[in-house]
């Protein structure tokens, strides 16, 4: 009894901590920069087309690989036409 009652309060210890940590998480604003990106890709004018990540020193990351360890290919717009590439 004693092992058993040991048990469920440790896991509610557990949860608890969990339920504490995932709370202060939700509630912490978002960065500015996730604001912008976001509202770039609100823009009507890009028609769906996401610009891509960009690296430290500025310039657009190469493309994702996949599965495969390809390249994967350009992203569409909201037509099913490919998007354009980044300028350089």
């Keep these: 009894m004693k092992l058993r ?12 901590s969990g339920l504490i940590a995932a709370g202060s998480a939700a509630a912490a604003p978002a960065a500015p ?3 912008v990106q976001l509202d770039q890709q609100a823009a009507p004018s890009n028609n769906g087309c ?3 990540p960009l690296g430290a020193d500025g310039k657009p990351l190469p493309p994702p690989l996949g599965p ?3 390249p994967l ?10 998007c354009p ?3 350089a």
């Design 68 to 70: 495969d360890g390809r």
């Design 33 to 35: 920069s996730l604001h």
């Design 5 to 16: 009652t040991a048990i469920v309060v440790a896991s509610a210890a557990i949860m608890g």
């Design 73 to 82: 290919p350009p992203p569409s717009d909201l037509d099913g036409k490919p």
């Design 85 to 87: 590439p980044p300028p």
């Design 50 to 52: 996401v610009p891509p």
